[in-house]
Nanobody
Framework: QVQVAESGGGLVQAGGSLRLSCEVS????????MGWYRQAPGKKREFVAA????????NYHGNVQGRFTISKDNAKNTVYLQMNNLTPEDAAIYFC??????????????????WGQGATVTISA
């Protein structure tokens, strides 16, 4: 059974940085596209970033372009989200997902078992 687990969330001041990690267990993911979504209180879950299994395709939501970086380490079955210059608008629960759509505006939603439990990011002004 595949398990997806995020870590690295926490409290950071506006302008600061955090790195989220997402470890996949139960199978190797070197042939899986991987991605990050987020959901702020009272808002819908939204696409943040996605990377194809080969790393040749990487897309970001316009609001994080230039500030966030998605990367992965196949040897560790782990995908990362480096978040820099954080703003209060970035505060949310961040979810890692296997097999996301690579296009930010795709309506496709992966099935529930491919999502992690979420990591909370809180930004202080």
């Amino acid at each position: 059974q595949v398990q997806v687990a995020e870590s690295g969330g926490g409290l950071v001041q506006a302008g600061g940085s955090l790195r989220l990690s997402c470890e996949v267990s139960g199978r190797t993911f070197n042939r899986d596209d991987m991605g990050w979504y987020r959901q702020a209180p009272g808002k819908k879950r939204e696409f943040v970033a996605a990377m194809s299994w080969s790393g040749s395709i990487i897309n970001y939501h316009g609001n994080v372009q230039g500030r966030f970086t998605i990367s992965k380490d196949n040897a560790k079955n782990t995908v990362y989200l480096q978040m820099n210059n954080l703003t209060p608008e970035d505060a949310a629960i961040y979810f890692c997902v296997m097999g996301p759509p690579l296009a930010p505006d795709s309506p496709y939603i992966p099935s529930d078992e491919l999502w992690g439990q979420g990591a909370t990011v809180t930004i202080s002004a």
